[in-house]
């Protein structure tokens, strides 16, 4: 049970969290993070509270951070995705009786099922991307962010942001030209 968690891309066992490592990690990193949780939740304290959620989950697992900024910027999305999910559930408290969708007349359901298929498929596509790729990519097209934000987010010039996202729709244009029949 006491065993520490070990968070990041390699077995580098020598990145112990101390109180001054966790202090200095906290200090360099919650502006950054701060500004990315506002973004995903439009709300600066309730941003707050996910930022202390993340951290105090770190501190109390005694998480070993290899790759410490995709942790901690994989942490805060996750986090967010919770509150919007809870914030949803409380807002829309219906009988369960009740149906809440309305369907569309006009939508082919076999259409509708294809399209579910196919963006399942094009994630799973976008998951085999390297990890900072990934990253960058899911930043750019998922969240919305400019190539200027995410270079700062990710502390990487803006060149290199162009070049983890152009290399990242050729693989992906790659992989759905050989998948072919299943985009159809």
Do not use: C
Not at 3 to 8: C, L, R, S, V
Not at 157 to 164: I, K, Q
Request: charged share 30%; hydrophobic share 40%; no cysteine.
């Amino acid at each position: 049970m006491g065993d520490k968690i070990t968070a990041g891309l390699t077995s580098d066992a020598d990145h112990h969290l101390d109180e001054k490592a966790f202090e200095d990690l906290y200090r360099r990193v919650y502006p950054t993070l701060k500004k990315y949780a506002v973004y995903l939740v439009k709300n600066p304290e309730e941003a707050q509270l996910i930022l202390n959620d993340v951290f105090i989950t770190v501190w109390k697992n005694k998480v070993q951070l290899v790759n410490e900024k995709a942790y901690l910027f994989r942490a805060v999305k996750n986090a967010a995705i919770n509150y919007h999910k809870l914030s949803k559930r409380n807002f829309l408290r219906f009988d369960e009786e009740q149906d809440l969708e309305i369907p569309d007349k006009n939508v082919d359901p076999a259409l509708n099922y294809q399209n579910k298929d196919q963006n399942r498929l094009l994630y799973t596509l976008i998951d085999q991307l390297p990890e900072r790729r990934r990253l960058v990519f899911y930043l750019y097209r998922i969240d919305g962010f400019s190539y200027k934000e995410i270079a700062a987010l990710l502390d990487i010039s803006v060149r290199t942001v162009e070049d983890h996202l152009a290399k990242g729709f050729l693989f992906l244009q790659e992989r759905v030209i050989r998948r072919s029949e299943e985009f159809r």
